[in-house]
Structures are given as C-alpha cells and as structure tokens.
C-alpha cells in the first residue's frame, strides 16, 4: 500500500523519485479511480503541512507538573496531547470549544488533538475527587513557532494538588542550598516531591538567576 502511493505521488509530482517509475507503472496509475489519485495527494499535502508546523519547535519528552486550576496551554495539531488529573480524581465530562481531530476520556486522562483548523478554544472538564464535582478549565491555544519566547512544546501535562514553586521560588531555593546558582546546561533539582528541569537557555530562558536566564520546568512527580 506504501508503495503505491508513492507511485501515485511520483506521477502527480515529477520532481518526486523521478526515476523509480517503469512506462507499464505509470500506465497502471492512469487507469486509478480518481478518488484514490486525489486522496493520495491529500495525504502527502497534510504530511507537508505538518512538517511545516513542526519547524523550527522545540519538543520536551518529559511531562509538565502543574497546579490542579485554571492553566493556559499549546497544544499542536501533531500531536495527541494528554491531561492526566490526579489518580485520586475520575473525569466525569469533558468538552472543548476547539475544533479537534482527535479528543477521548479514559479515566483521570484526557486525549487531545486540534485540527490544523484550531486557533485557540477551552476545555471544561468536570470531575470527581473523593466523591465531590469539581470543575477544571484549561484555555487552550494552538502553538505560536514563531514567538521567540517560547518554551519546549509538552505534549503531555500532569496536573497535581500539590504547590508547583514559580521558577523564581525554585533558583532561590537552589541558591539558598549550593551557594550558587545552576551551572550545567540542564540540571534536575527536587522540591517537596517535584522535580524541576532547570535549563541554561538565553534564548528560551524566562528567569534571571546571576548573570544567565534559565528556563524552569515542573517535571515528573517523585516519592
């Protein structure tokens, strides 16, 4: 199947494996229904598209902490991002006001994928924890690549009852324990159960601390 769409792109867009065609090939494309040829070359536009997106976007591989309250955060129609509430809590309901590819409940978890089409929306979730409805609301915003101040794009976020420090709070607390404040590129550094990525960045780096900026981020929870 791989193969033949690629047959198929090779005869919509020359410039594409301009030599892998055989004459008996190209003539086996021309008898494909139409639909086929055009869905085909959909599928190579949406694949460009993304890639597009993706330019230039700096992605995290470790989950993001945060307050169990009102957040604002990107999402990026690439990928399915996840809303883990705390294992203590069960989702009731979920809706969203923004335009989705994909969105599904399991559990504490929310999945979610905006279409190329989103721009910004919310998500309302109503949940139960001990017994009791709460209500959590997330204003969503498709990922802007072109703000220079941008941290890592996460695409799954943990969200926990505990205090989340400022990253302020957490290069004080760092300093006030080594006398100095973090010296390495990256440095993972624990506070009452949460650990924070620092990292040395003038580029993305939202925090002061000596003569660096560094961008501070809630990451896994430990015991």
């Known amino acids: 199947m791989r193969l033949r769409k690629l047959l198929i792109l090779s005869l919509i867009i020359p410039s594409l494996f301009p030599q892998t065609l055989k004459a008996e090939e190209k003539l086996d494309i021309l008898k494909l229904p139409p639909t086929e040829v055009y869905n085909a070359y959909r599928n190579y536009r949406e694949h460009l598209d993304y890639l597009y997106l993706l330019k230039e976007v700096p992605i995290s591989t470790v989950p993001k902490i945060l307050p169990l309250k009102t957040q604002m955060i990107n999402l990026h129609p690439a990928f399915i991002t996840q809303f883990v509430l705390p294992p203590d809590t069960k989702v009731v309901k979920s809706y969203t006001s923004l335009p989705v590819k994909f969105f599904k409940v399991v559990e504490n978890t929310i999945l979610i994928q905006p279409s190329k089409q989103a721009s910004q929306g919310n998500l309302v979730v ?45 290069l004080d607390r760092y300093y006030s324990l080594y006398k100095h404040y973090p010296q390495r590129p990256y440095e993972f550094f624990r506070v009452d159960g949460i650990v924070y990525l620092i990292q040395r960045s003038s580029l993305y780096g939202t925090t002061k601390g000596g003569k660096y900026k560094y961008l501070v981020i809630p990451t896994v929870m430990s015991q």
């Open 126 to 170: 109503y949940y139960q924890e001990n017994g009791k409805p709460k209500t959590l609301t997330v204003l969503l915003k498709v990922y802007d690549p072109t703000n220079s101040h941008r941290e890592p794009l996460h695409t799954q976020f943990v969200f926990t009852q505990g205090k989340v420090l400022s990253p302020a709070e957490v």
